[in-house]
């Protein structure tokens, strides 16, 4: 369990970590992104004002030492490649300004000036040898401007950034779950020890309690053997039987956790809820109930036979305490077809169940219906059965659920096979 634990909050909090990481990644991508759209949304206007070139001029119309803003500085506006095409709107005669571009040659400026003159956007994205040109159309009465500006400094730039990111962020992960690993048992050491002083406790009082309890029934037998039978005794008896059963319910669930590590082997088991079940059959009689049985036959799980046998009482001892007055309780055994896993079902009957909360009946002292069984003080239960048997079914690395349908209450197991 301890185990159990350390790893759930290893990975919790790893996880955690992670998404810290990733939406930081995330938001200093997409604001690296944003950023570089807005040096090339800026410096194509400064090229567009400017007539197609970048000069003295476009350099001091920079602001100074703006924080806010996503201007280039005035020196490096000058780092840009670009070029430009003049259309004489008249003669359709294509004059160019390749002087700062070296690898596009001019008949390709010319073909992309020819193209993106009669589509509807003013700006847009033309292509290269795997470059990308951002253009930016300014039309006047006598000709049209088109200036292409390459993306590929800035498109490097943020993906330089956006790399060291992810590096920073994968080195930042590991160390972090590496210095969790080895920390983790610090940090969870008040918890252990706080759960170790409480089985303790549970341990060493129970076995207190069993002795006084022990010499009030005693002492009630000597009672009746004297005075007979009484109304006062058969109280006496009735509450020391259900004190009994509470502190050896603690007492083996505590043992239960303190050793959690078993041995799964191949356990039969066919014969072990048919067995239980025909013990069960005479105590469903008592109680004005009927008990049937549907088990497959030479079923085998992985499982430890002493805990089986514990979890199929547990699970028929808790149908018996719900079902209704001359209702009826089910156990099913059967392999499913698709996944080989063996499904153990145990339901009853149980008008009360419909508006329960299921996913609570787990837990250690829950009782779904308080005063579903207030007329019988004998068969009320504690709560604990059903946490033992979660517990004995997580050991076994098998499934275990509760839920209400056609007027019955199931709880299903899944073991492997």
Known sequence: MIRHFRNRFILISSTA?????????????????????KVVDNVLTMLIAQDGSLNRKAANQQPRNDFFKTQPTREGIFQYRYFSATIDNKTNKVFIDDSHIMTVPPTTIRTFAQQVKNTPKSEGNVYYQ?????YRIKKTK????IVFLD????????REIIRFTVIVGIIS??????????????????????????KEFITNAGHELKTPLTIISANTEMQEMLSGETELTTSNKQQVTRLTRLVNELISLARMEEHPQITLTAVNATDTVTEIANSFRGVADQNSKKLEAFV????????DQNYFYELVNILLDN????????????ITLHKNPVTKNAILTVANTYAAGKDQDYTKFFD????????HHSHNKTQTGFGIGLSMAQRIVALFKGKIQANYKNGQLQMIVTLKA
Do not use: H, N, W
Request: charge should be positive.
């Open 17 to 37: 970590l992670l998404a810290v990481l990733l939406t930081l990644i995330g938001g200093i991508s997409a604001l690296t992104y944003y950023r570089s759209q």
């Open 151 to 158: 993306k590929s400094i800035l498109t490097a730039e943020t």
């Open 319 to 330: 149908a018996v305490k719900y079902c209704d007055e001359q209702g009826t309780i089910s």
């Open 130 to 134: 795997k470059t990308a040109y951002a």
């Open 364 to 371: 250690r002292f829950y009782r779904g219906d308080s005063s």
């Open 142 to 145: 006598k000709q049209t401007l």
């Open 173 to 198: 992960m590991i160390l972090y779950t590496g210095l969790l690993i080895g920390f983790s048992k610090r940090a969870i050491r008040p918890i252990i020890q706080a759960g170790k002083r409480q």
């Open 296 to 303: 497959d036959d030479d079923i085998q799980i992985k499982a």
